[in-house]
């Protein structure tokens, strides 16, 4: 099994400022035939089913603001928020695909408004 | 777009069968685009795939929950289904339906299992 190792648990962040939650897998998720790194992240909101922001660790889903944006390869991988809104108050999840349909999750991240 | 609509008992006694259905609208479970999944979510707690099946029928389980899971699909009725046997309060949680294209792209909104007596 891939695990997933999230980091921080949680963090609080000043309104405007920039938030980083750091994913980290046990072994590659990077597909060599292809290229693409078979990486995801997703917002969840209390109450609410987890919404998918990124795919192939990179790709901003159609209608996520472009404050999110994702980066890393391999094993290590990053999720920034450049700019927090109040309404980006929420757990990120990032979660490997590269052994779909299996799938595998981080422990997730809290974010607060400082 | 997709709909998924979970349905099922929110109670279930300790050692008896967990069982949900996940009704799907807006495309056919028949599709070959899909992966049909089950993921729960323990009170306050992480993300947890459960199970996933093709239309095929070719079922695809989280091998810490293996034994106790079956994963089915009746097509007629576009739906899937989730049986979990023996159950105790660590399955306490809300469980997801969900289809997949690789990553999870449409979700139910979840319904509450609690197990107690």
């Known amino acids: 099994d891939i695990v997933m190792t999230q980091s921080p648990d949680s963090l609080a962040v000043s309104l405007g400022e920039r938030a980083t939650i750091n994913c980290k897998s046990s072994q590659s998720v990077l597909y060599s035939s292809n290229n693409k790194n078979y990486l995801a992240w997703y917002q969840q909101k209390p109450g609410q089913p987890p919404k998918l922001l990124i795919n192939w660790a990179s790709t901003r889903e159609s209608g996520v603001p472009d404050r999110f944006s994702g980066s890393g390869s391999g094993t290590d991988f990053t999720l920034t928020i450049s700019s927090l809104q109040a309404e980006d108050v929420a757990v990120y999840y990032c979660q490997q695909y590269y052994s779909t349909p299996a799938l595998t999750f981080g422990g997730g991240t809290k974010v607060e408004i400082k | 777009q997709l709909q998924l609509q979970e349905s099922g008992p929110g109670l279930v006694k300790p050692s008896e069968t967990l069982s949900l259905t996940c009704t799907v609208s807006g495309g056919s479970i028949s599709s070959n685009s899909y992966y049909w999944g089950w993921i729960r979510q323990p009170p306050g707690k992480g993300l947890e795939w459960i199970g996933s099946?093709?239309?095929?029928?070719?079922?695809y389980y989280n091998p810490s929950l293996k034994s106790r899971v079956t994963i089915s699909v009746d097509t007629s009725k576009n739906q899937f289904s989730l049986k979990l046997s023996s159950v105790t309060a660590a399955d306490t949680a809300v469980y997801y339906c969900?289809?997949?294209?690789?990553?999870?792209?449409?979700w139910g909104q979840g319904t509450l299992v609690t197990v107690s007596s």
């Open positions: 969900a289809s997949q294209q690789l990553v999870v792209g449409y």
């Open positions: 099946i093709y239309y095929s029928g070719s079922t």
